[in-house]
């Protein structure tokens, strides 16, 4: 048994934490845009964090649950309902067969994840399960989820003895709390990139804020601001790019590389989004304003480490819980 897209949303695809080492051939890593909202969805349900996870968008899918599952939502709150009932993020919810899971309205964020225990049967490509949708390959069919697909579980053997016809949801005892990894939302720290230092006046003009431009989505953020000029014409050769690289458009416009980037790039690149920040700026949405503050390769160091250890800390715990809670 499965779920059943009764209603797709906007872009509703599968993804895992990316696919590495095919760069070379033009492939990009990919991956869920939001890494930290996509490895807390399955620790909550105690996947192993390689197991991939449904990013949705807004407008997000209707579901209908074909099997009873232990779910998990985390990342951007689009106010996830039961049939009606309200359901909690950043918890696991046991849900039984028949039921539709729904998204009501954005509060927060650009990007949903929903884990089930025991994951989602699928096939990899190229040792992942991300959605390469430029290539049509990975995830389900490579392709965004349409209207009747259905997707199967892996083989699991939960049961939730507790319940009853007359509560047919559960929300176990324990909630993850990811409010530290999205303090300040709106403000990314960079490192100066290697061209950053042909910007005119660049600590300075790095500094303004900027708008999200509307067509932005998961290959980059395009950028609203005053212009940078650079102190002198600049020619370069394509070089390699990645998540998080700031590129410096002809017409002065900045843009951001998202998870779908391309491997390499010809305009200059004025800075790199810490890999710390990856998560929020996975969740910054069309029309927000964006702030960058500039830090030093220590602190981007640093801040990734630190945000790691809490991280697994966290997984830990879970994993521990929801192990002590099958066992029952």
């Known amino acids: ?6 209603k797709p949303g906007i872009l509703d695809s599968f993804q895992d934490l990316g696919r590495f080492g ?3 051939w033009g492939i990009n ?7 930290i909202a996509f490895q807390l969805a399955n620790a909550l349900v105690g996947n192993p964090q390689e197991a991939a996870v449904l990013e949705c968008h807004f407008p997000a899918p209707q579901i209908l649950i074909e099997k009873d599952c232990l779910i998990s939502i985390t990342g951007a709150n689009f106010t996830p309902n039961v049939d009606g009932t309200p359901i909690s993020m950043n918890k696991p919810v046991f849900l039984r067969a028949r039921q539709v899971l729904h998204f009501e309205s954005p509060v927060f964020g650009a990007r949903t994840y929903v884990a089930v225990h025991g994951g989602f049967k699928l096939e990899k490509w190229l040792d992942s399960y991300s959605t390469l949708l430029k290539a049509k390959v990975g995830g389900f069919q ?6 009747m697909d259905r997707i199967e579980f892996k083989e699991s053997v939960l049961n939730c003895p507790e319940m009853d016809c ?12 990811d409010v530290s990894f999205y303090k300040e939302s ?18 300075t ?9 509307t067509n932005s989505d998961r290959m980059a953020l395009n950028l609203e601001g005053d212009a940078l000029q650079l102190t002198e014409p600049v020619e370069m050769l394509s070089t390699g ?3 998080g690289t700031l590129q410096l458009l002809p017409n002065g416009a900045l843009l951001i590389l998202n998870a779908d980037h391309q491997t390499t790039g010809g305009y200059p690149r004025v800075g790199h989004v810490i890999k710390a920040h990856w998560n929020k700026l996975g969740q910054i949405t069309p029309r927000s304003t964006l702030h960058f503050k500039l830090v030093s390769l220590y602190e981007a160091e640093n801040s990734y480490i630190e945000q790691q250890k809490e991280l697994k800390g966290i997984v830990d715990q879970c994993i521990e819980r929801i192990n002590q809670w099958i066992k029952k």
């Open 1 to 6: 048994m499965s779920i059943l897209i009764i």
């Open 22 to 24: 095919y760069s070379h």
């Open 29 to 35: 890593p990919g991956g869920a845009a939001d890494p």
């Open 142 to 147: 490579g392709r965004s989820l349409v209207k």
């Open 166 to 177: 007359h509560h047919p949801i559960k929300e176990l005892a324990w909630k993850v709390d």
């Open 186 to 203: 709106n403000v990314l720290s960079i490192v100066a990139g290697k061209e950053a230092n042909k910007v005119l006046d660049f600590q």
């Open 205 to 213: 003009k790095i500094s303004q804020p900027y708008k999200i431009k």
């Open 241 to 243: 790019v990645q998540r």
